[in-house]
């Protein structure tokens, strides 16, 4: 049974950092690709960036491209998304899973970027 727990949001301010865990089981974790998504209140779920299953390629959405950092631990069956430079615009609950995504998704991470 897949699980993807979620962890590490909170509140900080405009330009300040944050750091996201997803700790995966239930699967071969270091067999598939891995991403973060978000969704913000009233909008779509989006894909923030991805990362290859030994983590030598990633892929970022424009708007985030040069502030974020994917990676992961696959001795662990972690994936990580450090957050620099954060906007208020970058405020959602964060989520992971695989790409292409499994069915089941966790309950999420909230972050908010605000003053």
């Known amino acids: 049974q897949v699980q993807l727990v979620e962890s590490g949001g909170g509140l900080v301010q405009p330009g300040g950092s944050l750091r996201l865990s997803c700790a995966a089981s239930g699967f071969s974790f270091s067999s598939y690709w891995m991403a973060w998504y978000r969704q913000a209140p009233g909008k779509e779920r989006e894909e923030v960036a991805r990362i290859s299953n030994f983590g030598d390629k990633n892929n970022y959405a424009g708007d985030v491209k040069g502030r974020f950092t994917i990676s992961r631990d696959n001795a662990k069956d972690t994936m990580y998304l450090q957050m620099n430079s954060l906007k208020p615009e970058d405020t959602a609950v964060y989520y992971c899973?695989?790409?292409?995504?499994?069915?089941?998704w966790g309950q999420g991470t909230q972050v908010t970027v605000s003053s």
């Open positions: 899973n695989a790409a292409p995504t499994f069915r089941s």
